[in-house]
């Protein structure tokens, strides 16, 4: 059974996409091959002319954290880690001693989604509180392209309004390519192209003023 199957789908640098469909419909997968994370039977990915496909893993790897921003939807934070710890993770891996331009702009990153950085385990603030230092996080290295595997699926309505307006705010102000898989209509109303996903295929569903 093919979960995929795509003659193509190109993405303007800047653009703001957003894909749904049915549960179980292959979007999550579509993002995980987008971002290199899994690899398909056949075809390419390029990203800027670069197949990403072709790369060594270490290579991947170094594309994924200079290029992409991934929020998933189950915010995969650290716990006992504070909320700054967690921005800055992703920086530990790059640096012995993190550089202070990186631990400023963690923090202004903190303050613009509305968590205090303080030393309270992450694991002690509200989901919605959360999913914010996760999305701060993928946007440490300021990438230019931010992807989001329904990044307010598990919030309430007011937290689900705040993150799909921060997502989209923070996407457009550094000019980064967003996608989205999002069931939220709240959500995709603010994207400029959506994407409808159904047995393994795209189509293209709705062309959005975005907020």
């Given at each position: 059974?093919?979960?995929?199957?795509?003659?193509c789908?190109?993405?303007?640098?800047?653009?703001?996409?957003?894909v749904?469909?049915?549960?179980?419909?292959?979007?999550?997968?579509?993002?995980?091959?987008?971002?290199g994370?899994?690899?398909?039977?056949?075809?390419?990915?390029?990203?800027?002319?670069?197949?990403?496909l072709?790369?060594?893993?270490?290579?991947?790897?170094?594309w994924?954290?200079?290029?992409?921003?991934?929020?998933?939807?189950?915010?995969?934070?650290?716990?006992?880690?504070?909320?700054?710890?967690?921005?800055?993770?992703?920086?530990t891996?790059?640096?012995?001693?993190?550089?202070?331009?990186?631990?400023q702009?963690?923090?202004e990153?903190?303050?613009?989604?509305?968590?205090?950085?303080?030393?309270?385990?992450?694991e002690?603030?509200?989901?919605g509180?959360?999913?914010?230092?996760?999305?701060?996080?993928?946007?440490?290295?300021a990438?230019?392209?931010?992807?989001?595997?329904?990044?307010t699926?598990?919030?309430?309505?007011?937290?689900?309004?705040l993150?799909?307006?921060?997502?989209?705010?923070?996407?457009?102000?550094?000019?980064?390519?967003?996608?989205?898989v999002?069931?939220?209509?709240?959500?995709l109303?603010?994207?400029?192209?959506?994407?409808l996903?159904?047995?393994?295929?795209?189509a293209?569903?709705?062309?959005?003023?975005?907020?």
């Open positions: 059974m093919r979960v995929l199957n795509l003659d789908l190109c993405v303007d640098g800047g653009e703001l996409v957003g749904t469909g049915p549960s179980g419909s292959g979007k999550t997968s579509l993002l995980h091959v987008l971002a994370l899994e690899r398909p039977q056949r075809g390419v990915v390029l990203w800027d002319g670069v197949d990403i072709s790369l060594p893993e270490a290579d991947r790897d170094h994924r954290r200079r290029t992409l921003g991934f929020v998933f939807q189950d915010f995969h934070l650290f716990s006992g880690l504070s909320a700054l710890d967690n921005v800055l993770l992703p920086a891996f790059e640096h012995a001693v993190i550089p202070g331009r990186l631990r702009r963690a923090r990153l903190l303050s613009e989604v509305r968590v205090p950085e303080g030393r309270t385990p992450v002690r603030l509200s989901r509180e959360m999913q914010r230092v996760a999305l701060a996080r993928a946007l440490l290295f990438p230019p392209v931010v992807m989001a595997d329904e990044p699926a598990s919030l309430d309505a007011e937290s689900a309004r993150v799909g307006g921060l997502l989209v705010a923070m996407a457009r102000g550094a000019g980064s390519t967003a996608l989205v999002t069931h939220d209509p709240g959500l109303a603010r994207l400029e192209m959506t994407y996903l159904g047995e393994g295929r795209l293209s569903a709705a062309v959005t003023a975005a907020l």
